[in-house]
T-cell receptor, first 113, second 113 residues
């Protein structure tokens, strides 16, 4: 089955700096890679996703890059704000008949004012 | 659009009792729903895939007789934790699939005394 590795497990940045979180996956059939933000005790919220036919996608301060050859994808957050502080999860899915997601272990991002 | 609810939001029960958690898609029909378990400071672990009108598909290591899943309609899936024990205490989150994207419920905090 799919295995998703995520690094770092914790990341502390100063407000206004950039933050980068990296994930690798093992199943070459995976073709959908979402990123979720989860605040304590809340549901995961989709912040951006990318499909394997695209190398990069950007939405305001958030961007995701995908390298299919190397089987890794990254989340980039620019101009970080204290409200960006949360746990971020990457995930991978091979689609197919059920779009099952395999999650990374998560990154606790702290943005210091 | 694409709202998923869960009930109850939290529950406390005695060891040995059974607890039922409901997952509803409020504004769309979902043939497929997923059940996850999340322990503190850990990632979401898929327990099972719930398919309307058929038996659920359980992930390896998840006891199907302990975690009963019923997906009787296109808007409702239920997870029943039978003979709950303290080690079953966790945050249970469901999601519903719509157009290849999973929409998550707010989660149910289960505490077994």
């Amino acid at each position: 089955g799919e295995n998703v590795e995520q690094h770092p497990s914790t990341l502390s940045v100063q407000e206004g700096d950039s933050a980068v979180i990296k994930c690798t996956y093992s199943d070459s059939a995976s073709n959908y890679f979402p990123w979720y933000k989860q605040e304590l005790g809340k549901r995961p919220q989709l912040i951006i996703d990318i499909r394997s036919n695209v190398g990069e996608k950007k939405d305001q301060r958030i961007a995701v890059t995908l390298n299919k050859t190397a089987k890794h994808f990254s989340l980039h957050i620019t101009e970080t704000q204290p409200e960006d502080s949360a746990v971020y999860f990457c995930a991978a899915s091979s689609g197919g008949s059920n779009y099952k997601l395999t999650f990374g272990k998560g990154t606790l991002l702290t943005v210091n004012p | 659009g694409a709202v998923v609810s869960q009930h109850p939001s939290w529950v406390i029960c005695k060891s040995g009792t059974s607890v039922k958690i409901e997952c509803r898609s409020l504004d769309f029909q979902a043939t497929t729903m997923f059940w996850y378990r999340q322990f503190p400071k850990q990632s979401l672990m898929l327990m099972a895939t719930s398919n309307e009108g058929s038996k659920a598909t359980y992930e390896q290591g998840v006891e199907k007789d302990k975690f009963l899943i019923n997906h009787a309609s296109l808007t409702l899936s239920t997870l029943t934790v039978t003979s709950a024990h303290p080690e079953d205490s966790s945050f249970y989150i469901c999601s519903a699939l719509l157009h290849s994207e999973q929409f998550f419920g707010p989660g149910t905090r289960l505490t077994v005394l």
